[in-house]
């Protein structure tokens, strides 16, 4: 059983709004409800850290390109995490993947940190045309 399923992905014009949803398995949830994450991979580059939420403290962090236009935010009761992506611009383009990991609370910018995560979607696609 694939631990995590993100949806959502699509192509929108810049200004849009898109909305991503990572579904987790009943055991990946029930051991790494703590600390969630979105990362994304733009096209030619390395995957990077867009944001995260520490479930037992209600703390979240997010990348400083991503400040105020993005929400990370959780649904116990589906197994969800949700990213809301409003004001998206080109820059925003590439595959965004959800993460997730029992080892938390994660400190300073350790929650940006690909090696700090156990479970990973397979990625969805996210296209912001100009």
């Known amino acids: 059983q694939v631990p995590l399923v993100e949806s959502g992905g699509g192509s929108v014009q810049a200004g849009g709004s898109l909305r991503l949803s990572c579904a987790a398995s009943?055991?990946?949830?029930?051991?790494?409800?703590?600390?969630l994450a979105w990362f994304r991979q733009p096209p030619g580059k390395e995957r990077e850290g867009v944001a995260y939420?520490?479930?037992?403290?209600?703390?979240?962090y997010y990348a400083d390109s991503v400040k105020g236009r993005f929400t990370i935010s959780q649904a116990n009761a589906e197994n969800t995490l949700y990213l809301q992506m409003n004001s998206l611009k080109p820059e925003d383009t590439g595959v965004y993947y959800c993460?997730?990991?029992?080892?938390?609370?994660?400190?300073?910018?350790?929650?940006?940190?690909?090696?700090?995560?156990?479970?990973w979607g397979q990625g969805t696609q996210v296209t912001v045309s100009s």
């Open positions: 939420i520490w479930t037992g403290g209600g703390i979240t």
């Open positions: 993460a997730a990991d029992a080892r938390c609370p994660k400190y300073g910018g350790r929650w940006s940190y690909e090696s700090e995560y156990t479970y």
């Open positions: 009943r055991y990946v949830y029930a051991y790494t409800t703590n600390c």
